[in-house]
């Protein structure tokens, strides 16, 4: 799978936009991007994903730069149940593995 | 409600005693995974499925053994667990190689 890149952790106060980035430069023609979050003490959470056009869900939203070579995760308006880590995956939809490969992610900490 | 379930959600046991942590899923997907994460390693694939009586290995299997008699249930089986194989466990299913992937709550082994 093509390798993404996030920042370590980011802040963010409550009832704030967060945009979380992603860099994924060798994406190839037919990788979606996802989003998984996970929550202290939970297992990973669906968020969004998409593969060329901007997505939005109850959740989020997902801006994918035209050159697909990154995206953006929006949280509109952070709550303090949004603190979690956050990872974008590149999925091929090819294969006989729907594997995702989960790199660091990004730790999202939000503040009252 | 569609959901993952594992049980147990803990567990402590002793090196050699065989073991077996259960997953189910109420969406009639075709595919099931079993995952593990480590501290610093994050989640890495075991085995996967992708329907009944189909079953491939992932990324870490060595020690672990499946099986899916029925399309529902992926149990994990740890037939002389050993130590290293204290981690945090988790179960996911999904319906197709883009469709959301469901977690499970995790299960958290100590072998001792």
């Known amino acids: 799978d093509a390798k993404t890149t996030q920042p370590n952790s980011m802040e963010s106060n409550e009832e704030e936009p967060v945009h979380l980035p992603c860099n994924h430069s060798t994406i190839s023609g037919t990788d979606y991007i996802h989003w998984y979050r996970q929550l202290p003490s939970q297992g990973p959470e669906y968020v969004i994903h998409?593969?060329?056009s901007n997505v939005n869900n109850r959740m989020a939203s997902l801006a994918i730069a035209e050159d697909r070579k990154s995206s953006t995760l929006i949280l509109h308006r952070a709550t303090l149940r949004d603190a979690a880590v956050y990872y974008c995956?590149?999925?091929?939809?090819?294969?006989?593995?729907?594997?995702?490969?989960f790199g660091k992610g990004t730790l999202l900490t939000v503040n009252p | 409600e569609a959901q993952v379930t594992q049980n147990p959600r803990y567990l402590i046991t002793v090196t050699g005693k065989k073991l077996t942590v259960t997953c189910s899923q109420n969406?009639?997907?075709?595919?099931m995974s079993w995952y593990r994460q480590d501290p610093g390693l994050g989640l890495r694939q075991i085995y996967y499925s992708m329907n009944v009586e189909v079953t491939d290995k992932g990324d870490v299997p060595e020690g672990y053994k499946v099986s899916r008699k029925e399309k529902r249930n992926f149990p994990l089986i740890l037939e002389s667990p050993s130590p290293n194989q204290t981690s945090l466990y988790f179960c996911?299913?999904?319906?197709?190689?883009?469709?959301?992937?469901?977690f499970g709550p995790g299960t958290r082994l100590t072998v001792t």
């Open positions: 998409g593969l060329t």
């Open positions: 996911a299913s999904s319906r197709g190689s883009v469709n959301e992937q469901y």
């Open positions: 995956i590149l999925r091929d939809p090819g294969g006989s593995n729907y594997k995702l490969t």
């Open positions: 969406m009639n997907h075709e595919y």
